[in-house]
């Protein structure tokens, strides 16, 4: 596995021309060794292109479309974000399963579609608040990952996951450093067990609540290879924290094994 960690800012419906050439101002200057990249909303990645070309941020998009082209008015492709230099692309994000009714099947297409245009799908599940509390997680990541791993097949080593329990996104509240480690060799195995991918070829990344004070205790965490970040990756300041401490714990990791959740 690759062991430099991964840091994703999600702008979500925020942000402007002027905060993207903010963010490269000071990256350009001054930026932390890890890889990071900074998912805008759409009508931004041209600007994203023209500012982060130059430092070493990467950009990319919060969402595209399952269909490839034709009459989808308002639908985005990946062949449109590619077309902007985009590395990345989240799908699944529990906002866009909530608001838009996004099923896991639907996400899995867009993942294949997203790799087959040379895009990285940042594939999001995690359990909501309820499903926690009934003791719901193990099954409710192996649902939403099954449809992904049976898209996918082999193709299932370019992806990246990540974890973002429901009820740590947006509330101040991350998950616990040790909920974490273990959720996510829970997620390590399963893609073992059904993919036969090695558990180390999916790079694994925390989402929810990751802020400038607890992202080293997160990103040093076991199977934890890099952080999605909401809020925070919109204030350079505290990206670039968050950077230094992925920068800071970018070294091999163990991987966990035969870890189970209910
Ligand atoms: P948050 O959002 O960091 O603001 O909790 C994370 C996300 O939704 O990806």
Not at 87 to 97: K, L, M, Q
Not at 126 to 153: F, S, Y
Request: a neutral charge; charged letters at 20%.
């Amino acid at each position: 596995m690759n062991s430099s960690k991964l840091v994703i800012g999600n702008w979500k419906m925020n942000g402007s021309t002027a905060q993207v050439r903010a963010f490269a101002d000071l990256a350009a200057q001054d930026w932390p060794g890890c890889e990071a990249a900074l998912c805008v909303p759409h009508p931004l990645l041209p600007a994203a292109q023209a500012a982060f070309g130059a430092t070493p941020l990467r950009w990319g998009a919060q969402d595209c479309s399952a269909e490839e082209e034709g009459a989808f008015t308002g639908e985005v492709s990946v062949r449109m974000i590619r077309e902007f230099g985009a590395r990345y692309v989240i799908v699944g994000h529990s906002e866009r399963r909530a608001h838009h009714a996004e099923t896991d099947g639907q996400i899995a297409v867009k993942a294949q579609r997203a790799l087959a245009a040379g895009l990285t799908p940042i594939v999001c599940v995690g359990e909501n608040a309820q499903e926690r509390d009934g003791d719901q997680t193990g099954m409710v990541l192996r649902r939403q990952l099954l449809q992904i791993v049976r898209a996918l097949g082999r193709d299932l080593g370019s992806i990246v996951v990540a974890y973002e329990p429901v009820w740590a996104i947006g509330s101040g509240d991350a998950a616990s450093p040790g909920i974490i480690e273990h959720t996510h060799g829970f997620i390590a195995d399963m893609l073992t067990f059904h993919a036969g991918t090695p558990a180390s070829a999916v790079r694994i990344l925390y989402g929810g609540s990751v802020n400038p004070r607890n992202a080293g205790a997160i990103l040093s965490r076991r199977n934890v290879a890099g952080v999605l970040v909401g809020g925070a990756s919109l204030v350079p300041a505290d990206l670039r924290e968050i950077c230094k401490a992925a920068a800071r714990c970018s070294a091999p990791t163990a991987m966990e094994s035969d870890v189970t959740l209910q």
